[in-house]
């Protein structure tokens, strides 16, 4: 039976989150929060596979974002929205709801397939070169995106409310929160999978010591290639979730500012520490909701928690440990190393 | 056809110069503490900000001094511009680099660190003295030179001489003195250095002396060339000088100093040819073929890993 306790856990909590945003008991402020809680949480626990687990620097993850919520906007606005920008909807407005997942599935592979321009440099470099492909690659593909006039280039891309909106028509229920949520549980399943699974093992031998780690038979390079596609694919994901929850995305809130922000709540959870990322993505996200009447200073402040942070206590909240290492008692709940 | 395009290798001169003034910094610090110091381009811009307070006061116009004429102002701007950075950039050293340095953690937490002085930097110039954009002052009148039909500014001029002399006298610092040679013998073994006698900090603090002075000196440059200041400018030029140095081959400083002109040139040509939108997108896109086919930098070494 305790194999279903987290299971049934989530669903009660996900019934009780649409419960509570439908009747009005949590205003849209906190909606949002929680819904941008859900993404940080993708986008955090997807760039501790390579900057944790496999001990990279990428300083691009923005990039990946950007392409997936662009994809996913640009086919979802295709499909279902009418709008000036690609006429009618070509679908009838009640698929939405079941094509959804798909649409952001597809913004996730092209996101995995842009993640090639760095996995493939990667066989042959590491370290300070690879920072900076994965820096070039950021900006390759923002400043695409700002040169393709057919989806507003600089100016944006709008029109996902309009899908949202659709697929109130099946049943009207706070559809994205419920998207975000099984969004944010499916990454968190996949990387775990993923992590302990033998692949997962040789990231985490890549990042000890790569001659040793192919001397010992691990295909270093298929390792690299996975890490870094399904990194990158749920960057995407998260991205098209983000866009759908904004319903406007354009290109410059994908800078090297929000990069940064994914890597400090990696390297505030712990590198190579999936439920350290989970929590530090809470932590940040609440932080930045407490720290908005500060404004600029923000920015000011955040820094320098991470500043403090590396001299302190450099290993971050969680170290390299999982929850379960701490509270042995989870154990039980759900199988390790599975 | 040509006139133009002599033009613009000019123009291409004076913006390589600046990304190559700023590339030097990063390879210096680099090749002696294999730390990529990602603050280096918001020290660039404190440096924009320091010349912008120290013509300002110079020029008398917040009324501490009487006012000097231009040229004495750019004279003494200089080296009090260069100072002043320099300081700056051995604050960082000393506040946030050495300790986790004396702690012996792994390299990557540096360079975090380095990564948030920046932000922190950036941001704090934003919250300190606001948004709006400051204009800076003309110091000396622009001359235009005109032979067959291509215009150089004498400021043009003097950017590209400056950008050269660096060069020329980082070079002879780093191959010819005896203190280039600690720092070239810290970059080989960090745990050897020591022992034989060598100050290592001292060394390292003069690295970031040199690297923020230069940075420094290229903000004062850039101020006098684009009289337009804003706390952003350090954070887009700074990255892509990185990039040109990793491209050049980071650790040597002529490849630092080649990389800086090789972007300036790639970066003007693209806007003579296409719409100005495609510059980063073609300028990355070629940096990145570069770096496919040659990892290691156009001058750069591969480090051989032992087992």
Not at chain 1, 76 to 86: E, K, N, P, Q, R
Not at chain 2, 274 to 280: K, V, W
Request: glycine content about 10%.
């Amino acid at each position: 039976m305790k194999h279903y306790t987290i299971p049934a856990l989530l669903v009660l909590l996900l019934a009780a989150l649409v419960a509570v945003s439908m009747t009005g008991a949590m205003n849209v402020y906190w909606q949002s929060v929680l819904m941008f809680m859900g993404i940080n949480i993708i986008l955090s626990s997807s760039l501790n596979i390579i900057n944790g687990n496999m001990g990279e620097f990428s300083c691009g993850h923005a990039g990946f974002m950007a392409v997936g919520a662009y994809v996913s906007s640009v086919l979802s606005v295709l499909l279902f929205a009418d709008g000036s920008v690609f006429g009618d909807a070509l679908l009838p407005p009640q698929l939405a709801v079941f094509l959804f997942p798909v649409v952001l599935g597809l913004g996730g592979i092209a996101a995995a397939l842009v993640g090639l321009l760095v996995a493939v440099p990667s066989f042959r470099t590491r370290g300070d070169y690879l920072a900076i492909i994965t820096i070039a690659a950021a900006y390759i593909v923002k400043s695409t995106i700002e040169n393709i006039n057919a989806i507003g280039g600089a100016r944006g891309f709008m029109g996902m409310s309009k899908v949202t909106a659709a697929m109130n028509t099946t049943a009207e229920l706070p559809w994205m929160i419920i998207w975000v949520f099984v969004g944010t549980i499916f990454s968190i399943w996949l990387i775990r999978r993923f992590i302990f699974s033998t692949l997962g093992n040789g990231v985490n031998a890549v990042c000890q010591d790569e001659i040793a780690a192919e001397i010992m038979s691990v295909n270093t390079n298929r390792v690299k290639l996975t890490a870094f596609m399904i990194s990158c694919g749920l960057a995407g994901v998260a991205g098209g979730l983000f866009a759908h929850v904004l319903g406007y995305v354009n290109p410059g809130s994908f800078t090297i500012l929000k990069s940064t922000e994914v890597m400090v709540m990696v390297y505030l959870g712990g590198m190579g520490s999936l439920s350290g990322s989970v929590l530090s993505a809470v932590l940040i996200t609440l932080l930045m909701e407490a720290l908005r009447p500060l404004q600029i200073i923000k920015w000011v402040v955040i820094p320098l928690i991470l500043v403090l942070l590396m001299q302190f206590r450099p290993e971050g909240i969680m170290g390299n440990r999982e929850l379960a290492d701490i509270f042995p008692g989870l154990k039980k709940f759900y199988r390790m190393k599975g | 056809m040509l006139q133009s395009f002599i033009q613009n290798i000019f123009n291409a001169l004076q913006w390589g110069s600046f990304y190559s003034l700023i590339a030097l910094g990063y390879c210096l610090v680099y090749g002696v503490l294999l730390l990529i110091n990602f603050a280096h381009g918001d020290i660039f811009m404190v440096g924009a900000y320091i010349a912008f307070y120290v013509c300002m006061t110079l020029l008398g116009k917040f009324g501490l001094i009487p006012g000097m004429p231009g040229w004495l102002v750019l004279a003494l701007a200089v080296p009090l511009t260069m100072m002043l950075t320099a300081v700056v950039g051995v604050t960082l050293e000393r506040v946030a680099y050495r300790p986790l340095r004396r702690k012996g953690v792994n390299r990557l937490y540096v360079v975090i660190t380095a990564l948030m002085c920046g932000l922190i930097l950036e941001h704090a110039n934003l919250a300190l003295l606001g948004a709006s954009r400051r204009s800076f002052p003309t110091l000396i009148s622009t001359s235009v030179f005109s032979f067959a039909g291509v215009n150089v500014t004498n400021l043009k001029i003097g950017v590209i001489l400056v950008a050269v002399l660096a060069f020329l006298f980082l070079r002879f610092v780093v191959v010819k003195t005896k203190i280039g040679m600690a720092m070239r013998a810290i970059s080989y073994d960090r745990f050897a250095v020591p022992l034989m006698g060598i100050p290592a900090d001292n060394v390292i603090v003069f690295t970031f002396v040199l690297g923020s002075g230069f940075a420094g000196l290229a903000g004062l440059l850039f101020a006098m060339t684009y009289p337009v200041l804003d706390p952003y400018m350090g954070a887009l030029i700074g990255w892509k000088a990185f990039i040109a140095a990793v491209v050049g081959g980071i650790g040597s400083i002529r490849g630092a100093f080649a990389g800086g002109f090789l972007l300036g040139f790639v970066e003007i040509m693209v806007v003579a040819f296409f719409p100005s939108t495609f510059r980063d997108l073609i300028a990355f896109t070629i940096l990145l073929l570069i770096l496919s086919v040659k990892p290691t930098g156009l001058f750069g070494v591969a480090r051989r890993t032992k087992i």
